[in-house]
């Protein structure tokens, strides 16, 4: 029965499989996407994935319309719930297809939370062009659709048999499948690396059949399960010891300026000149690296002083705070904490400023863009610095400003400043390998010379008031943001641990502390060891609540380690291994170009968990 109703709606087989080759030619534009092409098998086995995977995801909706039919007889309502679903499956993928060109990752759940968890207006910002571009887009789907239903409903090309297709659909996917499982479990690179490329596929894994019947390594197996993610006990030891502090110790105020996506090379006295002014009476660091390629791990790592792709689940879990910024206030510091961008997504209100009482979260303006989030929160934080210098108070206070606009390349006066050429607004849809950045990187120079301008306001106020004889600066950014400097079509963060994503300015103003230049490597997680010990009088060893040094201790690092929300690696001198959280790794040089045939030390990675995850209760 069911075959005679199929027979008489060759209509729908016509539909489904003209669908699933849009859905193929769309998977072929992500293979051309992966730099995954100098290897034979990493080609064969995406074209595998692509036909038993991408050009599968149509024939999901095949049995759903074909009882549809057999019921109502309505073909053209079917098709129309056909190109429906269709419709929203090349719409998610095109989607898709943005994210993974621009950042090489997929739309997954940490991406859902920031469109959809409040402030996604704050967070995402695109210019007309591209909204343009994307209605152009759905419309001409909708179109192909249309003469779709039109073609399916004639007599053409009758003759199709879906049986083959979907046969070949089929065996296409189970061999993609089979041929990484095996890759996988012999740490085959060239495919492992591929099954990162397409969305919504989960490659299969077979470690323990494989290994039953000694068809791979048992010891590298062993090895691979070590260097998975470790989220350890939900309950941390943090800190592992009380905190002792001198009490005669006289801190003084600590005033952060954060610019989000500033670049380490773009600290200079032609881009910033009014924050380089002080660099002749500061702590300069030259060698400076984040905690992360992203906003949410690189601030995770300021404060906390530990790694986020270790600790961030538990501590949201909990609603703990850090330990500095405890001490902070049993120290009597008046907070003031003002961010352009919310604070609710990604969650710092739930995880760095939980404790902060009567926490600003949101910054309301007429004008909803960046830049004039900057201007609001900064006079905010202006009225804080007035209202504290009224009180005459002699307890010092606390302030953390956080520029927006750089990271929205959001303007005022878009395309001017004396960076030229420049865009007006980023072309993400025009962004590839051979794509010229320098009118794009100019555009990102010009406003950053803008926001330097506000953060001169905000010095000039406080050298008027006399407090910055008293105030510790701290000048830096979350991470950095690449303009393809890589040459591996690599554009904005979080897509890599690269210089480019990871190196970033930090000067720190310290009054009465000499001057100094210091070329050795830091990291994120020594500042706040450094404000600990020497601000605020704390007489522990830094091992009993950071991972992190003295910014001043100029011990030279083998490595270093940062991580995502999907990912962490180790950085060497000479490489980069980046490791998701199912333990699989890639081993690149510091321009992600692949190193083949890479051992990698487990003993080492070993131990960088035993460190990393002490925290934990045992």
């Known amino acids: 029965m069911a075959y005679k109703i199929k027979s008489s709606f060759k209509g729908l087989d016509k539909f489904v499989i003209f669908n699933s080759v849009i859905f193929f030619i769309i998977g072929l534009i992500f293979l051309v996407n992966s730099n995954l092409q100098d290897s034979m098998a990493s080609v064969f086995y995406l074209l595998l994935v692509d036909i038993g995977h991408i050009a599968l995801l149509p024939f999901i909706c095949y049995p759903i319309l074909l009882l549809f039919y057999t019921i109502t007889k309505w073909k053209k309502l079917t098709l129309i719930l056909g190109a429906i679903f269709s419709f929203f499956g090349i719409i998610y ?179 910033t000149p009014n924050m380089y002014k002080l660099a002749s009476k500061s702590q300069l660091f030259l060698n400076h690296y984040s905690g992360s390629c992203g906003t949410r791990s690189s601030i995770f790592s300021i404060f906390y002083s530990l790694p986020a792709f270790a600790y961030w689940d538990t501590v949201i879990g909990i609603s703990k705070g850090p330990i500095y910024l405890q001490t902070l206030l049993q120290q009597n510091y008046k907070m003031g904490i003002f961010a352009s961008a919310t604070l609710s997504n990604p969650p710092f209100d739930r995880t760095v400023f939980a404790d902060i009482p009567n926490l600003r979260t949101h910054t309301n303006t007429e004008i909803n863009k960046p830049w004039a989030r900057d201007v609001k929160a900064q006079e905010e934080y202006l009225n804080f610095i007035d209202n504290y210098k009224k009180t005459n108070t002699k307890e010092p206070f606390f302030a953390f400003l956080f520029y927006d606009a750089v990271h929205g390349y959001s303007s005022p006066n878009p395309g001017k400043g004396p960076f030229q050429p420049a865009l007006e607004a980023p072309n993400y849809l025009a962004l590839n390998n051979d794509y010229n950045p320098e009118p794009f990187f100019n555009l990102y120079k010009n406003i950053l010379h803008e926001t330097d301008k506000r953060i001169g306001i905000v010095l000039e106020d406080l050298e008027q008031k006399g407090l910055l004889e008293n105030t510790i600066i701290v000048f830096s950014g979350d991470h950095g943001q690449e303009f393809n400097d890589n040459k591996n079509n690599y554009w904005g963060h979080s897509s890599n641990y690269s210089k480019a994503q990871t190196y970033i300015p930090l000067m720190v103003y310290w009054p009465n502390k000499e001057p100094h230049v210091y070329k050795h490597k830091t990291m994120h997680y020594d500042i706040i060891p450094t404000l600990m010990a020497e601000n605020q009088g704390c007489t522990n060893s830094f091992e009993d609540y950071a991972i992190g040094f003295s910014l001043f201790n100029e011990t030279k690092r083998p490595f270093y380690v940062a991580g995502s929300f999907d990912s962490y690696a180790i950085i060497e001198d000479d490489k980069i291994i980046t490791i998701n959280y199912g333990g699989n790794y890639n081993v690149t040089d510091l321009h992600m170009n692949t190193l083949e045939n890479q051992n990698i030390n487990s003993k080492r990675i070993r131990e960088i968990f035993k460190s990393i995850n002490r925290f934990y209760r045992n």
């Not at 090489?104 to 704050?122: Q, R, S, T, V, Y």
């Not at 791979?216 to 993610?229: F, G, I, S």
């Open 93 to 271: 993928l095109s989607i898709d297809l943005m994210v993974y060109m621009q950042y090489h990752f997929h739309l997954n759940k940490f991406i859902f939370d920031m469109i959809f968890g409040g402030g996604a207006d704050e967070i995402f910002q695109f210019p007309l062009s591209t909204y343009i571009y994307v209605s152009l887009f759905i419309l001409a789907i909708i179109f192909v659709e249309f003469l779709l239903i039109r073609w399916s409903l004639s007599n053409r090309l009758s003759k199709i048999n879906i049986k083959k297709v979907f046969i070949t659909i089929f065996v296409s996917m189970l061999l993609g499948h089979l041929v990484h499982a095996y890759s996988y479990a012999v740490f085959y690179n060239p495919v492992v690396r591929a099954g990162k490329v397409y969305p919504l596929y989960f490659p299969l894994t077979a470690n323990s059949f494989l290994a039953k019947f000694n068809l791979v390594d048992t010891d590298k197996l062993r090895d691979k399960q070590a260097m998975k993610k470790h989220k350890g006990n939900s309950t941390m030891y943090y800190p592992k010891k009380s905190l002792v502090f001198n009490k005669e110790h006289n801190p003084y105020n600590v005033l952060f300026v954060m610019i989000d996506c500033w670049r380490g090379d773009t600290f200079t006295p032609e881009l």
